[in-house]
């Protein structure tokens, strides 16, 4: 490797070419990195003694491509400056030409530093930008400004502009440009390692992504003669499809095998696996699970239609974690080593696991170490349905009695994603009636029968418990339905609400036709008649499916000790228990605290005359416990929910 510090001119003049390569991004510096190069320029032409001014490297290696012509370099680094420079460089031509006393100066800038003016064909050209880039830039090159969305074109006119706005001569400009700009000159050798050279020379350019990283590791390996038939058939198609999803799909990927991946070291990990011998062929199999992976992410691109509505489904439960698992059993299915209905099946099992876990508020922080484990252990069984509940069933899979009392407890209307994943559980809800006619849901939305804001009606409907009424079943869902009428309902009382739902088409609202009240008894009536439905649909596929005892009734039970995270404290009533809990999720997440307080303002403040019987925590708020068990139980499990606790992170033992 040679590298020494020289003028941008000795690196234009003379008859040579720098190609940049196939595999390089299109040319990307915008109006940030413009203002800096036209910033150090306007300074230099202020200067009585211009100084010399460091803009960056130029990496590049001498190539032996075919055919032979002028001397040609592969550009490996610096292609966004010395672009720019050529944009310039074209523009103080194009801006001599328009004055006739000035065509010598016009002519000297086009053979000596932007032509080979003695060569023909692409050899004509000194600079060979990237094929997306290519015809652009032959023409700018050429005297011809064609429109048309390009960031070459942006780049000229953003100069026209500054040139417009200064009175510096054109000639010092190219001066400036040619004899005070200096870069670092590297010329690689063959035995050089030119992917080390680019990870570590972009200082002065816009950021790699890692994505770019990977095509130019993956183009090093291939020889530059098949590299544009290789770049056409697999990168390109890629690079379009999947856009931004780029470096998480290959992300994905690598972990398709059991590695986890982290994202900032996608481009390490692939490293490890491509090699001079294996790149077309690594590249050819990336490019093939792509298409997966664009299915997965779009859905309408695969023309099953029931493989469609179930990825569409899974999408909605946010199921990016499970990607590196299903690109095997995509590519199964492809290549029929699994029938469609055993991947329908994989895809409903799935479905199952994840609204099982959604309901239950299990964390999803580890199914990121879950999902890429699993493919490994079942792709060689019999049965690869059965073996892939097996192996579910021990990852923390809810079961029925779990699921059907947190369905009924729990608060599905919140922040988050959690709307998405309700309306499609109510959606479902609604399927399960078996019409006849499909329902189209796009146009409804979540409704809250007891409405968020109580009137005056709703708080006589409700009781002298309204308040506490209202914090704790609010967003349950026996309190939730579907309508297209929501923001026209509003706070409406319950009879003008009712003879809405009747002229609906739905059945889960066709269930308040006979209903005389709202009140907390028929919310609890309703939840515990959509559990047993939920429990229907996503059926518990496991094995063993016993009682929890922590999950029984508050009711005529006295807690005897309360486990937080595997520390144990002892208790002797329903109030030590909300007590030691809000006091522990306050320690543990003074900011969540700070919301569940304001969640439950009728239940935690820190005016103590607001309450009747109080007990002070130890971050100074106050708490009402003149509350029953029951709904102490139900405010305990929707407190931890917020800090993304489970039943087995929050266990209260009873007598």
């Given at each position: 490797?040679?590298?020494?510090?020289?003028?941008?001119?000795?690196?234009?003049?003379?008859?040579?070419?720098?190609?940049?390569?196939?595999?390089?991004?299109?040319?990307?510096?915008?109006?940030?990195?413009?203002?800096?190069?036209?910033?150090?320029?306007?300074?230099?032409?202020?200067?009585?003694?211009?100084?010399?001014?460091?803009?960056?490297?130029?990496?590049?290696?001498?190539?032996?491509?075919?055919?032979?012509?002028?001397?040609?370099?592969?550009?490996?680094?610096?292609?966004?400056?010395?672009?720019?420079?050529?944009?310039?460089?074209?523009?103080?031509?194009?801006?001599?030409?328009?004055?006739?006393?000035?065509?010598?100066?016009?002519?000297?800038?086009?053979?000596?530093?932007?032509?080979?003016?003695?060569?023909?064909?692409?050899?004509?050209?000194?600079?060979?930008?990237?094929?997306?880039?290519?015809?652009?830039?032959?023409?700018?090159?050429?005297?011809?400004?064609?429109?048309?969305?390009?960031?070459?074109?942006?780049?000229?006119?953003?100069?026209?502009?500054?040139?417009?706005?200064?009175?510096?001569?054109?000639?010092?400009?190219?001066?400036?440009?040619?004899?005070?700009?200096?870069?670092?000159?590297?010329?690689?050798?063959?035995?050089?390692?030119?992917?080390?050279?680019?990870?570590?020379?972009?200082?002065?350019?816009?950021?790699?992504?890692?994505?770019?990283?990977?095509?130019?590791?993956?183009?090093?390996?291939?020889?530059?003669?098949?590299?544009?038939?290789?770049?056409?058939?697999?990168?390109?198609?890629?690079?379009?499809?999947?856009?931004?999803?780029?470096?998480?799909?290959?992300?994905?990927?690598?972990?398709?095998?059991?590695?986890?991946?982290?994202?900032?070291?996608?481009?390490?990990?692939?490293k490890e696996n491509v090699s001079s011998q294996n790149a077309i062929a690594y590249l050819t199999e990336l490019q093939n699970f792509s298409v997966y992976y664009q299915r997965l992410l779009n859905p309408d691109f695969e023309s099953d239609a029931q493989l469609k509505k179930c990825i569409k489904r899974l999408n909605r439960i946010e199921v990016t974690t499970a990607y590196p698992l299903l690109l095997n059993f995509y590519n199964d299915y492809v290549n029929n080593t699994i029938s469609r209905d055993d991947f329908v099946a994989i895809l409903q099992i799935l479905e199952n696991y994840l609204i099982r876990r959604f309901v239950c508020n299990i964390p999803t922080n580890q199914l990121n170490k879950i999902f890429p484990t699993i493919y490994p252990q079942v792709k060689s069984a019999d049965n690869i349905v059965e073996s892939f509940k097996t192996v579910?069933?021990?990852?923390?899979?809810?079961?029925?009695?779990?699921?059907?009392?947190?369905?009924?407890?729990?608060?599905?209307?919140?922040?988050?994603?959690?709307?998405?994943?309700?309306?499609?559980?109510?959606?479902?809800?609604?399927?399960?009636?078996?019409?006849?006619?499909?329902?189209?849901?796009?146009?409804?939305?979540?409704?809250?029968?007891?409405?968020?804001?109580?009137?005056?009606?709703?708080?006589?409907?409700?009781?002298?418990?309204?308040?506490?009424?209202?914090?704790?079943?609010?967003?349950?869902?026996?309190?939730?339905?579907?309508?297209?009428?929501?923001?026209?309902?509003?706070?409406?009382?319950?009879?003008?609400?009712?003879?809405?739902?009747?002229?609906?088409?739905?059945?889960?609202?066709?269930?308040?036709?006979?209903?005389?009240?709202?009140?907390?008894?028929?919310?609890?009536?309703?939840?515990?008649?959509?559990?047993?439905?939920?429990?229907?649909?996503?059926?518990?596929?496991?094995?063993?499916?016993?009682?929890?005892?922590?999950?029984?009734?508050?009711?005529?039970?006295?807690?005897?000790?309360?486990?937080?995270?595997?520390?144990?404290?002892?208790?002797?009533?329903?109030?030590?228990?909300?007590?030691?809990?809000?006091?522990?999720?306050?320690?543990?997440?003074?900011?969540?605290?700070?919301?569940?307080?304001?969640?439950?303002?009728?239940?935690?403040?820190?005016?103590?005359?607001?309450?009747?019987?109080?007990?002070?925590?130890?971050?100074?708020?106050?708490?009402?416990?003149?509350?029953?068990?029951?709904?102490?139980?139900?405010?305990?499990?929707?407190?931890?929910?917020?800090?993304?606790?489970?039943?087995?992170?929050?266990?209260?033992?009873?007598?």
């Amino acid at each position: 490797m040679q590298a020494k510090e020289t003028k941008l001119q000795d690196i234009i003049e003379g008859t040579k070419q720098y190609v940049i390569p196939l595999f390089q991004r299109t040319y990307s510096w915008t109006n940030k990195e413009w203002e800096i190069l036209w910033k150090d320029l306007v300074e230099l032409c202020e200067m009585e003694n211009p100084r010399t001014h460091f803009i960056g490297s130029i990496v590049n290696m001498p190539t032996v491509s075919v055919p032979e012509g002028v001397a040609k370099y592969l550009l490996i680094d610096g292609q966004q400056r010395l672009t720019t420079i050529f944009i310039l460089l074209a523009l103080l031509r194009d801006k001599a030409k328009q004055n006739d006393s000035n065509s010598r100066f016009a002519n000297e800038i086009n053979d000596t530093l932007l032509v080979n003016q003695y060569k023909d064909g692409i050899d004509y050209f000194k600079l060979m930008p990237t094929q997306i880039d290519r015809t652009v830039f032959e023409n700018l090159i050429k005297g011809k400004i064609v429109e048309t969305e390009s960031q070459i074109i942006e780049a000229y006119k953003f100069f026209e502009k500054k040139l417009k706005q200064t009175n510096f001569e054109h000639e010092k400009i190219k001066k400036i440009i040619t004899s005070y700009f200096s870069v670092v000159s590297i010329v690689l050798d063959a035995d050089d390692n030119p992917y080390l050279v680019f990870e570590s020379l972009n200082a002065k350019g816009r950021p790699l992504t890692q994505a770019d990283l990977i095509r130019n590791y993956f183009f090093m390996r291939i020889h530059v003669d098949k590299q544009e038939e290789i770049y056409t058939e697999f990168w390109l198609p890629m690079q379009k499809a999947l856009d931004e999803n780029l470096t998480e799909f290959i992300r994905h990927f690598l972990m398709r095998n059991g590695g986890i991946v982290k994202q900032t070291d996608v481009y390490y990990a692939l490293k490890e696996n491509v090699s001079s011998q294996n790149a077309i062929a690594y590249l050819t199999e990336l490019q093939n699970f792509s298409v997966y992976y664009q299915r997965l992410l779009n859905p309408d691109f695969e023309s099953d239609a029931q493989l469609k509505k179930c990825i569409k489904r899974l999408n909605r439960i946010e199921v990016t974690t499970a990607y590196p698992l299903l690109l095997n059993f995509y590519n199964d299915y492809v290549n029929n080593t699994i029938s469609r209905d055993d991947f329908v099946a994989i895809l409903q099992i799935l479905e199952n696991y994840l609204i099982r876990r959604f309901v239950c508020n299990i964390p999803t922080n580890q199914l990121n170490k879950i999902f890429p484990t699993i493919y490994p252990q079942v792709k060689s069984a019999d049965n690869i349905v059965e073996s892939f509940k097996t192996v579910l069933q021990s990852k923390g899979y809810p079961k029925d009695n779990e699921f059907e009392s947190r369905f009924r407890e729990t608060k599905f209307y919140g922040g988050g994603d959690r709307q998405v994943k309700t309306k499609l559980i109510l959606e479902t809800l609604e399927e399960n009636f078996a019409h006849k006619e499909n329902v189209s849901f796009d146009n409804l939305t979540i409704e809250h029968i007891m409405p968020q804001t109580l009137s005056e009606w709703w708080q006589k409907e409700l009781g002298e418990e309204w308040a506490e009424t209202h914090d704790l079943f609010l967003h349950t869902i026996g309190n939730l339905t579907l309508t297209a009428y929501n923001s026209e309902l509003s706070n409406d009382d319950f009879p003008t609400k009712k003879r809405t739902y009747s002229e609906s088409h739905l059945d889960l609202n066709k269930y308040f036709a006979d209903k005389l009240n709202w009140t907390k008894e028929e919310i609890e009536k309703r939840a515990a008649i959509l559990a047993k439905e939920a429990i229907e649909i996503w059926s518990y596929f496991g094995h063993e499916n016993s009682t929890l005892a922590n999950l029984q009734g508050a009711t005529f039970t006295k807690p005897v000790s309360l486990i937080i995270l595997g520390q144990y404290f002892s208790v002797s009533s329903w109030r030590d228990v909300l007590e030691q809990t809000l006091n522990t999720i306050a320690d543990l997440e003074p900011e969540k605290f700070e919301i569940i307080a304001g969640n439950f303002s009728n239940w935690i403040g820190k005016d103590k005359n607001k309450f009747a019987a109080i007990r002070q925590l130890q971050n100074k708020y106050y708490i009402e416990v003149n509350r029953s068990a029951q709904s102490i139980q139900k405010l305990c499990f929707q407190a931890i929910e917020t800090i993304d606790l489970t039943s087995e992170d929050w266990i209260v033992n009873v007598e």
